[in-house]
């Protein structure tokens, strides 16, 4: 049985988590608030926090390879952004920031060609890796009849 305050540092922990990954079988990531990111490259038995110069909550990701991935990100006050990694997540860099929403998913078709989703229902494209945006454009609410 947990203590009490076992139990408390638990729950605060899993209310700060949002999502969690696997690039290879022992290399995974969990994210979360405040640009929370933690790493393991053991297959879970120990977690080390990477930087990821982001206070904003971390909510989706992709990765193309082993290597190169992307974090869509944002806060509740509408602000939004992506931030890359190229070394297996040692390292992350902003690629793309916006006021107008939160970026909430993320997926890419090669390295250079990707989509995120906004809280506005604004999606995004990119043809090189997101450095510069190609196209922006809002989806449209479908109703089945």
Do not use: H
Not at 80 to 86: A, E, L, N, S
Not at 115 to 135: D, E, Y
């Amino acid at each position: 049985m947990l203590s009490k305050s076992s139990f408390l540092k638990m729950f605060i922990l899993m209310s700060l988590l949002i999502n969690n990954f696997y690039v290879k079988s022992q290399t995974g990531f969990i994210m979360g608030s405040n640009g929370l990111l933690l790493k393991t490259t053991n297959g879970g038995s120990s977690w080390d926090s990477m930087p990821t110069g982001t206070t904003k909550i971390l909510w989706e990701s992709y990765f193309i390879n082993n290597q190169t991935g992307w974090i869509a990100g944002g806060d509740y006050d509408e602000t939004g952004m992506v931030i890359k990694t190229t070394d297996q997540g040692e390292t992350w860099v902003q690629q793309f920031s916006t006021n107008s929403n939160w970026m909430t998913n993320i997926w890419f078709i090669n390295s250079q060609t990707g989509f995120a989703v906004g809280s506005s229902r604004k999606v995004i494209r990119t043809t090189n890796g997101l450095l510069c945006l190609k196209q922006s454009f809002t989806l449209i609410q479908l109703r089945v009849i």
